[in-house]
């Protein structure tokens, strides 16, 4: 079945650098756009970066620009993200997403992988 | 960036309906997508492209789209909708938004 596996979340110190990983399986990986979409304990949605489907297209909120970076391997059917420099502002729980166009909605979503910053 | 206003709370009787709204800059001129997320679990979409409905989600979910405000209605709601809602917005130079979400209790 179509599913979106996160992983790489877990606790660090910052000011730190962590990747974040979601593995891909039932579609076909390499013609969809992906989102990394994130959500802090308590709080709502905040869309944090997309890639097209052919890996040359990329955008990132300006929240993270500069500190993230989105990439995909679609040889190994992933998403990455990586995260450098992170602050305690980027405790949350990272979801990735896929979207069959830049106007449509984002259909299938991984469980989430936790990332918490603190010293 | 882009900013999309929801209230943070809607409540409803079972069996009435629930109008949830979205209010952004010339929102009309771009697409609106909503989702629905459940305590402890992923989102899941609900309405696309202002009005299109992904296979599997019930007719009871409509969206709308005009001016400043996108609106999803929920027809005959239900326990089991209760829930927090989150319209997003995209267009080329908006790149992706989410409001801040609204959580409907249905009373």
């Known amino acids: 079945q179509v599913q979106l596996v996160e992983s790489g979340g877990g606790v660090v110190q910052p000011g730190r650098s962590l990747r974040l990983s979601c593995a891909a399986s039932?579609?076909?990986?390499?013609?969809?756009?992906m989102h990394w979409v994130r959500q802090a304990p308590g709080k709502g949605l905040e869309w944090v970066a997309f890639?097209?489907?052919?890996?040359?297209?990329?955008y990132h909120a300006d929240s993270v620009k500069g500190r993230f970076t989105v990439s995909r391997d679609n040889s190994k059917n992933t998403l990455y993200l990586q995260l450098n420099s992170l602050g305690v502002e980027d405790t949350a729980v990272y979801y990735c997403?896929?979207?069959?166009?830049?106007?449509?909605?984002?259909?299938?979503w991984g469980q989430g992988t936790t990332v918490s910053v603190s010293s | 960036s882009y900013e999309l206003t929801q209230p943070p709370s809607v409540s409803v009787s079972p069996g009435q309906t629930a109008s949830i709204t979205c209010s952004g800059d010339d929102l009309g001129g771009k697409f609106a997508s909503w989702y629905q997320q459940k305590a402890g679990q992923s989102p899941v979409l609900l309405i696309y492209k202002d009005v299109k409905r992904p296979s599997g989600i019930p007719e009871r979910f409509s969206g709308s789209n005009s001016g400043n405000t996108a609106t999803l209605t929920i027809s005959g709601t239900q326990a089991m909708d209760e829930a927090d809602y989150y319209c997003q917005a995209w267009d080329s130079s908006t790149v992706w938004a989410f409001g801040g979400g609204t959580k409907l209790t249905v009373l």
């Open positions: 039932g579609f076909s990986f390499s013609t969809y756009g």
């Open positions: 997403a896929r979207v069959s166009e830049f106007a449509a909605g984002m259909d299938v």
């Open positions: 890639i097209w489907y052919d890996g040359i297209n990329k």
